[in-house]
Every structure is written in C-alpha cells, then in structure tokens.
C-alpha cells in the first residue's frame, strides 16, 4: 500500500492537502513499506508558501532529514508511474577527444520541465489528455528523469514547484538549491496556482564548494524584464578548478527577437564581469527560445567569452544544431524548433559525452508532452571535463 500526496493547493492563502490510500501490486521493493518520497512532502508543506514572497529568492537552509537513496527514490518514482508507458531509451554519445583528464567529469543537465500551471492553464496542448498533465504523476516523470541521469549540476527553467517539490526532495539527495522567480510570472494569472515560475539550480554539495552567487534580473534596452539569470562560481571538491555554471530563460515568441537579443547582450555583460574577463571557465545553460538563426544565438558563439554550444557536437560536421528540442502541438499548430542549449567555453573545457535526443518515432504523432515525457522541451545532458591544459585564452 502506497501512501500518496496528490494535492498540493491554495485556498484562502493557505496550502490545502487531501491525502488519498491506493493499493496496487508494486513489483519492486518499497524498502520498509513506507514512501518515502511522500513522507519528505509531507515533512515540508509549509514551505511551499515561501514561493508567494519574493525575498524568498534563495532557499534557506532545508530542515534537517534523513538523506534519500536516489534508487529507492527512482523505485518509488516508478511505482507511482506503474499505469504509464515505460520511459524512452535514450543513450549517451561518446564525444571524448585525446584530451585526458584526471578528474570525474561533471555531468550538467539542462531541462525546461514545463511549469504545472502553464501546462494545464495556458498552453493549450491539444493533442495531450489532461491525465498525462496531472502533477502528482508529472511530478514523479520529471523526478525519474533526473534520478536517471544523476547530473552533479542540474539547470531548470519552468520551476512553479521548487519549495513544495524539488527543494525539499533534492535537498536529501545531496543538492543545493537556488531559485529565482520571475517578476511577473504568467502562472500567477492560472487559477489555483502553486506561485511564480522561475529557474532553478541544483548542484551536487560533496562534489563542488559554492564561491559566490548572483541573482540577475534581464535588462533589455535599458530597462528590467520579467526574465531571469542564475549565475553561480563553483570550486570542484576533487580538483579545486573554479567554474562559472548560470541558468536562464529569454524572452518567448516570435516578434520579440530584437528583445530576446538585447536580454542577450545583458547576460553576457553580466557573465563577463562575473568571469573576470573569461579567466574563469563558464557553462551556460537555458531555454533561449530562439532559432540558431536569431541574433542571440550569433551573440553566444561570436562573444569574447570563446563560447562553443555542446550539442552541435552530435552533429556529423560538429557544426550544426540539433532539428529540434521541442516538440509540440497547439491550437495555433505544431511547434518543432531548437531553442535549448548548453553553452562551454571551449579552450578551457572538453566534452566527454552528450545525451542523444528522442526520436520523432520515439516522440510520437501527438508531440510533448505525453503520457510518456512530462515536458515539451527535452532535456539536454552532457559530461564535461576541464583540459588539463587550456590552449590560449578561455
């Protein structure tokens, strides 16, 4: 018998919680019989109201609990998602060069998970059954998603559950977590919202030592977006390398290019001044929402920070993007674009190995999400390794 949490709601300014019992065989084991999953939700409902205030923009220190097997946890993920398709192969692709490396690589993911309150209120997925969109299923699929890969740094755009969900849980997996909301988050306008949307990012506290950390609000033409940047200087435990990791989310839609471009140009500034001139290594992640072809691409790979996207190395000349890292279907029609990327700076860090992307048969006919992905973008994954020597300016 497995004890679910499946509500997690406002009413009247306060968190709702209905508790439901279902009983189903679950052929794996549950460890002593309880979930534990659950019961670290359960410990932590109170801090979900965090993500209403806005000074709520790093999280504090996490109650003390028990660490979580991320085994157990990806066996309970499993049990709960027993009705649903099986997840899609998905294998890595070995891109390791003559550079050796004394050191384990770093694993980053980069993920746009789909904020629960844009896909069930905004979004309009018409070829998607409201059933597979249900967070307290959803939730476990995004969950099993990154207990598969175990990124030591993990990059998310879409956050609407970091307090109630992803702060606690990955909190007990070994993580430190920042979030940073947008100002006006358009899940705030969906009725039974769980708070703004924002990015996050998760990086693995027995493997890197947090150096500083900046919160960075979008400027565009001079003035303040609603966009966001997580730009954060990590120290690897192993090697005591420093490293530049930050996450962001641009501007959606067609006709704000010359706006995604200029909340480009204000990223880069920041990570310029961030890296001390491109002294320190740096690995930008983000949903940029913008074709290789707009300006902001060309911005990344012409800046002064020697800047290279890891996914093009998936490509048979090294040089061309995926065909796509999102995929779906609107009223407005269907969607299939890149926008996702994971930028390096080349001459200071080698790609080991990326994560290859579903295929469109793997996808299937009514696009993301869908009973089998919880997201419409697909997540990115590569392993990185500093060059033992970096050749010429990073």
Known sequence: MLYLLVELGRKAGKAAVCVIVLSFPVACSMGNGTSRLYSALAKTLNSSTASQHPEYLVSPDPEHLEPIDPKELLEECRAVLHTRPPRFQRDFVDLRTDCPSSHPPIRVMQWNILAQALGEGKDNFVQCPVEALKWEERKCLILEEILAYQPDILCLQEVDHYFDTFQPLLSRLGYQGTFFPKPWSPCLDVEHN???????????QNRFKLVNSANIRLTAMTLKT????IAQTLECKESG??????????KARTGWERFRSAQGCDLLQNLQNITQGAKIPLIVCGDFNAEPTEEVYKHFASSSLNLNSAYKLLSADGQSEPPYTTWKIRTSGECRHTLDYIWYSKHALSVKSA????????IGPNRLPSFNYPSDHLSLVCDFS???EPDGLL
């Open 194 to 204: 769980n708070g703004p949307d924002g990015c996050a990012l998760f990086f693995l």
């Open 226 to 229: 609603n966009q966001v940047a």
């Open 241 to 250: 390398r420093q490293f530049c990791i930050a996450v962001t989310h641009l």
């Open 355 to 362: 994560l290859d992307l579903l295929t469109e048969e793997q």
């Open 386 to 388: 500093f060059n033992e």
